[in-house]
């Protein structure tokens, strides 16, 4: 791109940030060249060619601590790509098969469960996930946990399931595809009960954000284990938190990269 070129992008883009944020009225103009022409740009735009901040150049006084308005930070936030977490209980000894039968839910566990759907806004499910829970948590009333899940939308992935119920949308046939649409929808994260079959695609598409695994004390010696049948020799996981509970349960939070 010759110099003409970049000066013309910059320009066009400091006419967009004015238009998307507004709560400062000014250009970053980048290098000295034709001053002028930066300031009658300043002028068309309605901007005082005071405000021009030029490369290398100190900013005004006025604007080195400058804040938006609380409401335009959240507007940009509320911008940013959602997340796809997936949480998966797992005993001492690897198992995550039927966490309804040895999972340990106390009180603080329940409402800690609770509090977690706030933050988000929508599941992700394999078939068989999807299949097993709707039976179990579909015709159940008057549990606050479970009917918040059932309110939720559910985005499936099957390649054998022509329709859901359970307030459920097919995800296509192209699953990745269709994830990274609803990441880069706004709203709150989205989250994925289970280490299934699922996770095949997800991991090797790097669409799982965070890893959550909620140790239970317990050893239930057979069943599935945690990523079994699954490739993960390109995970990588960062520590993010450790959260013990009173029942002597762990969170541990990974980051995936």
Same mark, same amino acid.
């Given at each position: 791109?010759?110099l003409v070129?970049?000066?013309?992008?910059?320009?066009?883009?400091?006419?967009?940030?004015?238009a998307?944020?507004?709560?400062?009225?000014?250009?970053?103009?980048i290098g000295?060249r034709? =001053?002028?022409?930066?300031?009658?740009?300043?002028?068309?735009?309605?901007?005082?060619?005071?405000?021009?901040i030029?490369?290398?150049?100190p900013?005004p006084?006025?604007?080195?601590?400058a804040?938006p308005p609380?409401?335009q930070?959240?507007?940009?936030?509320?911008?940013a790509m959602r997340?796809?977490i997936?949480?998966?209980?797992?005993?001492?000894?690897?198992?995550?098969e039927?966490?309804?039968r040895w999972a340990i839910?106390?009180e603080?566990?329940?409402?800690l469960?609770?509090g977690?759907l706030d933050?988000y806004?929508a599941?992700?499910?394999g078939?068989?996930?999807?299949e097993?829970l709707r039976?179990?948590?579909a015709?159940?009333?008057?549990?606050?946990?479970?009917?918040?899940?059932?309110?939720?939308?559910?985005?499936v992935a099957?390649?054998?399931?022509?329709e859901?119920?359970?307030?459920a949308t097919?995800?296509?046939?192209?699953v990745?595809d269709?994830?990274e649409?609803l990441?880069?929808?706004?709203?709150?994260?989205?989250?994925k009960y289970?280490?299934s079959?699922l996770d095949?695609?997800?991991?090797?598409?790097?669409?799982?954000?965070?890893?959550?695994?909620?140790?239970?004390?317990v050893?239930?010696?057979?069943?599935?284990r945690l990523?079994?049948?699954?490739?993960?020799s =390109?995970?990588q996981l960062?520590?993010a938190d450790?959260?013990?509970?009173?029942?002597?349960?762990v969170i541990?939070?990974y980051?995936?990269?």
């Open positions: 791109m010759s070129g970049l000066d013309k992008t910059l320009k066009d883009l400091g006419r967009a940030i004015i998307r944020l507004g709560f400062v009225a000014m250009l970053v103009l000295t034709d =001053s002028r022409a930066h300031e009658e740009m300043a002028r068309t735009e309605g901007v005082d060619p005071s405000n021009i030029r490369y290398n150049q900013a006084a006025r604007y080195r601590n804040q609380r409401s930070v959240q507007e940009v936030t509320d911008m997340k796809l997936e949480s998966t209980l797992i005993s001492l000894d690897g198992v995550i039927s966490p309804e839910f106390d603080e566990a329940a409402q469960s609770m977690d933050n806004d599941f992700i499910m078939r068989v996930t999807y097993r039976a179990q948590w015709p159940v009333t008057g549990n606050p946990y479970i009917e918040k899940i059932n309110a939720m939308p559910k985005y099957s390649q054998s399931l022509t859901v119920t359970w307030n097919l995800l296509g046939p192209d990745v269709a994830i649409q990441k880069d929808q706004p709203g709150k994260d989205l989250i289970g280490t079959r095949a695609t997800l991991l090797s598409a790097h669409l799982v954000d965070e890893l959550r695994l909620w140790i239970m004390p050893v239930v010696s057979s069943g599935q990523f079994e049948d699954i490739d993960t =390109s995970l960062k520590l450790v959260r013990k509970l009173a029942n002597d349960s541990l939070t980051l995936l990269s």
